[in-house]
Each structure stands twice: as structure tokens, then as C-alpha cells.
């Protein structure tokens, strides 16, 4: 019995070793992962990438030089002042009295007598009349001494149609009052004046007066 079952096996693996013999391999394939192929390039071979060249600027054609028509050139006059508007000129400049007696020996006292008017004055007369009535009036101070240099004082007054003298005031003081004074008074003591001229046709005249005198 033994022997049977020994014998039996004996066969079962001479039958399996003759299959494995003769049945052909197979290949056994083995999954594995998927493949990239990728190509290396030399950084030193690779093309740089240059950027194009900026555009060339546009060239102006140049300005033609002009040349003078004559060698010599163009002579400029200097500039000419401007001159002021006589209206102008007549506004800025003092207002002078339109007629005048210069100063004149008057009376007997010494004194030398200027007259000038406000307005335009042909009656020059009159203001010779004017003259010498102020200048009889008058009477130099006592105890004036200018050491032989002039003393001048202004006062101003206006004549009526009639002779009445009005607006009496010093003009200009001579620095020395009792010789102001005097002035002053002179011309109060000749109101009134002569009447206007009859060709004069204003209401008034305004009169400055002079009065110089040299003092010892």
C-alpha cells in the first residue's frame, strides 16, 4: 500500500516537471510610469533675445542764414525822449501870477515894492498906482537890523470894484514879525484903493505884494 502511494506520487511530479518543460514562457509585463521625454539645450547655445533698435529721429533741415543786404549793416537812431503834453507840462508846473512889477524903489522910505496879480492884467497903471499908495503907507520898524542883507515879506489882500480891500494876510514872512507887521499894516492903511479899471471885467483882483528892505 505504501508503495502504491509513493509510486502514484512519483508520477504526479514527473507529469507536473514535463508540463512546466514543455509549456512556453510567457513575459510578464510590470506596469511602471509614464515617460516624458524632455530635451536638454546648452544655456550657451540658446539665442538671446534682442530688442529691436529705437527709430532714428527725424533730422530738421537747418534755418538758411540770412545775410545782411548791406556790409556796413542798419545804423538804429537812439531812442528820442518822450515829450510830455503841454496841457500836462502846464499842470505840473507852479502857477506863477499872470502880470508883475518887479521890485521897484517906491516911496521914501527905502523900500522897494513888487506887485503881481492872480489873473491876466493890462491896466499895468494901476498896479503902479497900487505901488506907490502902499509904499507912502509904509514906515520900516524901529530897531530892524539885517546886517545890510535884504528883508522880503509877501502879504496878499483883493480890491473890489470900488477900492475896498478885503483877504488880507501874510503871504510870506521876512522871519523878522514886527517887519510882517508893518507890511500888513501899510496895506490897511491904504483901503481904500483906487476903483478897478473900467475895461476890467472881474468882480475882484487878488494882489500879492513885495515888500524888500535893507536894513543897516
Known amino acids: 500500500m505504501r508503495n502504491a ?35 536638454l539645450l546648452d544655456p550657451s547655445a540658446s539665442t538671446a533675445i ?38 500836462q507840462a502846464e499842470e505840473q508846473a507852479p502857477q506863477q501870477p499872470a502880470t508883475t512889477l518887479p521890485y521897484a524903489p517906491a516911496g521914501n522910505a527905502g523900500l522897494r515894492g513888487q506887485v503881481s496879480v492872480d489873473t491876466n492884467f493890462e491896466f499895468a497903471y494901476y498896479l ?7 509904499a507912502q503907507a509904509w ?15 509877501v502879504v496878499y489882500f483883493k480890491i473890489a470894484r470900488d477900492g475896498g480891500v478885503s483877504d488880507l494876510r501874510v503871504e510870506t514872512g521876512s522871519g523878522y514879525e514886527f517887519f510882517d507887521r508893518s507890511a500888513a499894516r501899510a496895506v ?20 500879492h505884494f513885495g515888500f524888500e528892505f535893507v536894513a543897516p
Open 5 to 39: 502511494v509513493l509510486a502514484s506520487g512519483s508520477i504526479h511530479l514527473v507529469l507536473l516537471a514535463v508540463l512546466f518543460a514543455v509549456r512556453s514562457p510567457r513575459s510578464i509585463m510590470v506596469p511602471g510610469p509614464d515617460v516624458v521625454q524632455v530635451a
Open 50 to 87: 534682442t530688442p529691436p533698435p529705437p527709430p532714428a529721429p527725424e533730422l530738421k533741415p537747418e534755418p538758411t542764414p540770412v545775410a545782411p543786404s548791406e556790409e556796413s549793416g542798419v545804423k538804429i537812431a537812439p531812442a528820442q525822449p518822450k515829450k510830455k503834453p503841454k496841457a
Open 128 to 134: 503902479n498906482l497900487i505901488r506907490n499908495r502902499v
Open 139 to 153: 514906515a520900516p520898524p524901529a530897531g530892524l537890523t539885517s546886517g545890510g542883507q535884504p528883508v522880503r515879506a
Open 188 to 207: 490897511q492903511l491904504s483901503d481904500p484903493m483906487p476903483p478897478l479899471p473900467l475895461g476890467y471885467t472881474g468882480g475882484d483882483l487878488g494882489v
